[in-house]
């Protein structure tokens, strides 16, 4: 999301004057990277990983003054996760007997990692237009079925696959250019 | 990783795994987060009157969950605790 640097910079510094709207935004735009790191990264429990996802915003929200680089809002709100999301695995092994099972070595770093390359291929998606975000996200991300995509969409069931087919490499395209052609993998 | 029928691996496939790794968060979460500005306001009203009126205090202190949503917000735990915390800290002596 470094392109989006100075634009993240603009909306923290609408926050802390008090525009709600832009807080309203600050959250729509880092939701989903909080929630990766809680459920994928950190495999937490829907009801703990609620409770991270509040604290997270809750003390951004607070803190939001002692950001000393208000365009490094996703590297500090990526920190405050990781650390609510350890504490909380903590907590709960020393509630549960025996304890929860154990992460392999290196996983929680390679869920980071994937979930890094998302958010950088979302800025490219960003790029892309209306209907092809919304056919990519929903098939992909939201997990809908080609029917529901349809219905939501009001397009004919068999134009999908080759809607989601044509998108995809849009963005290939899209994430490429901002990537100096550099494979994602 | 979910398949398109018919659909060619790589690197289309590599995309198609980034993109399903970041799903929407619940819209109640994000929601619940998104009022945290009219959260605090509630919160700063609750107080200032707590520090007037010992009853509703006490009163409120016992049903938190009650006062966040008679105003219309979600009583998620990080607000209950904020909340907690700036009462409580007013059994201070004055």
Request: overall charge negative.
């Amino acid at each position: 999301m470094s392109a989006s640097a100075g634009t993240d910079a603009g909306l923290v510094a609408r926050c802390r004057a008090g525009e709600e709207a832009a807080w309203a935004e600050l959250v729509s735009r880092y939701s989903r990277y909080v929630y990766a790191i809680a459920i994928r990264a950190y495999r937490l429990e829907e009801i703990d990983a609620e409770d991270v996802f509040q604290e997270v915003f809750a003390r951004t929200y607070e803190h939001l003054d002692r950001l000393r680089d208000d365009g490094a809002i996703r590297p500090w709100l990526g920190q405050l996760t990781r650390r609510l999301a350890i504490d909380r695995l903590r907590a709960g092994r020393r509630e549960a007997a025996p304890p929860a099972a154990e992460m392999e070595p290196g996983a929680v770093d390679e869920a980071l990692e994937r979930i890094d390359d998302a958010v950088a291929l979302r800025t490219a998606l960003d790029m892309l237009s209306e209907p092809c975000q919304d056919v990519l996200d929903r098939f992909f991300a939201r997990d809908e079925s080609y029917a529901t995509i349809a219905a939501a969409l009001d397009i004919p069931s068999g134009t999908i696959a080759s809607r989601i087919s044509r998108c995809l490499a849009k963005l290939r395209i899209a994430f490429e250019g901002r990537n100096g052609a550099a494979d994602p993998s | 990783m979910k398949r398109m029928a018919g659909y060619e691996p790589l690197p289309e496939e590599r995309l198609a795994g980034l993109l399903a790794e970041l799903p929407p968060a619940p819209e109640g979460w994000v929601q619940a987060a998104a009022m945290l500005p009219a959260a605090r306001r509630e919160l700063d009203r609750i107080v200032t009157l707590a520090e007037q009126d010992a009853e509703f205090r006490a009163r409120t202190l016992a049903d938190l969950e009650s006062a966040f949503r008679a105003a219309g917000l979600e009583p998620t735990r990080a607000l209950l605790d904020a909340a907690r915390v700036r009462l409580e800290g007013d059994d201070r002596p004055r």
